[in-house]
T-cell receptor, first 114, second 111 residues
Framework: NAGVTQTPKFQVLKTGQSMTLQCAQDMNHEYMSWYRQDPGMGLRLIHYSVGAGITDQGEVPNGYNVSRSTTEDFPLRLLSAAPSQTSVYFC?????????????FGPGTRLLVL | GEDVEQSLFLSVREGDSSVINCTYTDSSSTYLYWYKQEPGAGLQLLTYIFSNMDMKQDQRLTVLLNKKDKHLSLRIADTQTGDSAIYFCAESKAAGNKLTFGGGTRVLVKP
C-alpha cells in the first residue's frame, strides 16, 4: 500500500488563481478528510467524505470545494485563491474495524498565495 | 464550542519520562487521540482512548484520561531523541469524525 499520497508538495499561486490539490489512497478507506494547518495551530477540518458520492463541510469550508467520485480520490479545489489560504494542507483517511481505528495522513501540500 | 488546549513546549532529558498534557471542554467527546508530527511530515496516529476508559498502555506510551476534569495526558517512558517532535491531542464525538485538535506541544529531547 502506498498509503495516502498528495500532490503537489509545494505550490505558489497568485491571488484569484484556482487550483486543485490531489489526494489519493489505495487502502479502500471509506472516510477521507482535508485539514489545513497554520503556524502554531492544530489542524482544522475543511471538508470530509464518508464514502464515494458523499461529502460534507467541516470547520473552515469557505473558499474550498471537494468531490468524491471514487473511493480512492478526494481532490480539494481552491476556487479563487486568497492570501488567507496560505497554509499547509493535509489529507487523511480512516478505517474503523474490529481491531480498532486506523488513520493515515498524507505528507502535506505547502501552499503560498501571493 | 469545542476547545482543546495544550502547553506549547516541553523539554526533557534523554532516558527520562515525558508527560504531555491536554484539556478539552466538550463533555460529549467520545474518542481522544494523540498524534506525533515530525518536521516536514504529516501526522502519525500514536494512540487513542475511548471515553469509557481511564488508562491505555501501548509499549512506551501510557494515556491517562480524567473524564471528570476533561484532562488527557500522554506519558512517554524512556524518552529518546527520536521522540523529539510536535505532539497533538484531538477529540471527536465519533471514531475519527470531525476531529478537533489542540495547538500542539513541541517536545525537545536533550541528550
Amino acid at each position: 500500500n502506498a498509503g495516502v499520497t498528495q500532490t503537489p508538495k509545494f505550490q505558489v499561486l497568485k491571488t484569484g488563481q484556482s487550483m486543485t490539490l490531489q489526494c489519493a489512497q489505495d487502502m479502500n478507506h471509506e472516510y477521507m478528510s482535508w485539514y489545513r494547518q497554520d503556524p502554531g495551530m492544530g489542524l482544522r477540518l475543511i471538508h470530509y467524505s464518508v464514502g464515494a458520492g458523499i461529502t460534507d463541510q467541516g470547520e473552515v469550508p469557505n473558499g474550498y470545494n471537494v468531490s468524491r467520485s471514487t473511493t480512492e480520490d478526494f481532490p480539494l479545489r481552491l476556487l479563487s485563491a486568497a492570501p488567507s489560504q496560505t497554509s499547509v494542507y493535509f489529507c487523511a483517511s480512516r478505517l474503523t474495524g474490529r481491531s480498532g481505528e486506523t488513520q493515515y495522513f498524507g505528507p502535506g501540500t505547502r501552499l503560498l498565495v501571493l | 464550542g469545542e476547545d482543546v488546549e495544550q502547553s506549547l513546549f516541553l523539554s526533557v532529558r534523554e532516558g527520562d519520562s515525558s508527560v504531555i498534557n491536554c484539556t478539552y471542554t466538550d463533555s460529549s467527546s467520545t474518542y481522544l487521540y494523540w498524534y506525533k508530527q515530525e518536521p516536514g511530515a504529516g501526522l502519525q496516529l500514536l494512540t487513542y482512548i475511548f471515553s469509557n476508559m481511564d488508562m491505555k498502555q501501548d509499549q512506551r506510551l501510557t494515556v491517562l484520561l480524567n473524564k471528570k476534569d476533561k484532562h488527557l495526558s500522554l506519558r512517554i517512558a524512556d524518552t529518546q531523541t527520536g521522540d523529539s517532535a510536535i505532539y497533538f491531542c484531538a477529540e471527536s464525538k465519533a471514531a475519527g469524525n470531525k476531529l478537533t485538535f489542540g495547538g500542539g506541544t513541541r517536545v525537545l529531547v536533550k541528550p
